[in-house]
């Protein structure tokens, strides 16, 4: 991806710079990314390394390091001024990632795997583009011209590591192509067509959203008329949009849920409380998912500067207002019967002991409900 984008810069046509994420995780990764330094300074570009530092989780390691990963190079770009983030995941690395959405069951939008362009942000950051142009480029082919331009390359030791899902899933896939059985050009022209269908089905959704009456509120909350059991897949994405997560859950999950708001007035799924008020279903926050139960811990307070901006629960950007620091903590449940019951759990900004802003009643707060449903941002922490 370095040796085509750098083809960019030589014709002046973009400006370019890399960045190499050494995650920590084993060694000779650091002497790998300087490598990669040494290469980019060989074709007249900048380059950085850019350490995940901190603890390291001890499950669920590869999709912890992915977000550590993204987080960092939304940052550096950032700094650097760039509009877009390139990254050279290829046709078999897009097949892969089918047939591991295949095996957790997903439905047309999962079995797309991944998009050849998207937008994340980190923290409080804006969004920028991820692309990724070489999605219908084999890996060998990739070898091949970096043998022809005799490029060095290095192979990552962790793509031969079975613990991961990835590689052994990679290691069938080979053997489906030399039998014959399958092929990486079948699954990823499979990809292309989940995400046409996808994409439909997502105009389809926010249409009856519109004809639903739905509407997002100032607490980060959604309502819309009371839907029925063929709008499951659109309480998912609403359900996603409202608590901040990274995937929404499954279409029958989420009519469970809606049946069961239906029948009992309100019911509970992803952290996100649905409640049956009138004619109406209202999404919000579930409290103790922010203020802490058992197995979740509360959200803590954090101090934000003058004119600085935080994330506040994956679901507000909160920019202080104020020339003196303030506290951004969660409402409690005394605080919040001020403000109504979507309040309770909600964001606060809180100067010498006393509150001085909350959502609705200053700007400070910018709730993301609507830009992960209409957008899907992907926001990394």
């Not at 060998?140 to 970096?146: E, K, N, S």
């Not at 069938?172 to 269908?197: H, K, N, P």
């Not at 389809?204 to 499951?232: H, K, M, N, T, V």
């Amino acid at each position: 991806m370095m040796r085509l984008a750098a083809t960019l810069a030589a014709d002046g046509s973009a400006s370019i710079a890399v960045a190499t994420v050494d995650h920590g995780l084993r060694t000779g990764a650091r002497r790998e990314a300087e490598a990669a330094g040494y290469a980019a300074r060989e074709l007249g570009l900048a380059h950085e390394i850019l350490d995940w530092s901190g603890a390291k989780p001890s499950s669920g390691l590869q999709a912890a390091a992915r977000g550590a990963r993204y987080g960092l190079l939304v940052r550096q770009a950032q700094r650097v001024g760039a509009e877009a983030i390139l990254t050279a995941h290829t046709a078999d690395d897009q097949a892969e990632t089918l047939l591991m959405r295949l095996a957790r069951g997903s439905g047309p939008r999962g079995l797309s795997a991944m998009a050849k362009t998207s937008l994340i942000a980190a923290g409080a950051s804006a969004p920028v583009s991820l692309l990724r142009p070489l999605l219908g480029v084999r890996r060998a082919a990739l070898r091949d011209f970096l043998a022809a331009a005799k490029a060095a390359y290095i192979d990552d030791p962790s793509n031969e590591d079975l613990s991961f899902e990835r590689v052994r899933v990679r290691k069938m896939l080979a053997g489906f192509e030399a039998s014959g059985a399958l092929t990486v050009e079948a699954l990823t022209e499979t990809a292309d067509q989940m995400r046409a269908a996808a994409t439909r089905i997502e105009e389809i959704e926010i249409d009856r959203f519109s004809a639903l009456g739905g509407a997002f509120d100032a607490w980060g909350g959604a309502s819309l008329a009371a839907a029925g059991p063929s709008d499951a897949a659109l309480v998912a994405r609403l359900l996603a949009a409202v608590a901040g997560e990274g995937y929404a859950p499954a279409p029958p999950r989420a009519a469970q849920a809606l049946e069961a708001a239906h029948s009992a007035r309100a019911a509970t799924l992803g952290g996100v409380i649905i409640a049956r008020r009138g004619d109406r279903l209202t999404f919000t926050r579930e409290p103790a998912a922010v203020l802490g139960r058992e197995g979740v811990v509360a959200l803590r307070p954090v101090t934000i500067a003058p004119a600085e901006r935080a994330l506040y629960d994956g679901r507000f950007i909160v920019q202080n207002p104020f020339d003196l620091p303030a506290v951004l903590r969660p409402l409690n449940r005394e605080e919040a019967s001020a403000f109504g019951d979507q309040a309770e759990g909600g964001p606060a900004l809180e100067i010498g002991g006393e509150i001085v802003a909350i959502p609705g009643e200053s700007e400070a707060f910018a709730p993301l409900a609507a830009e992960r449903f209409y957008l899907r941002v992907n926001r990394f922490p």
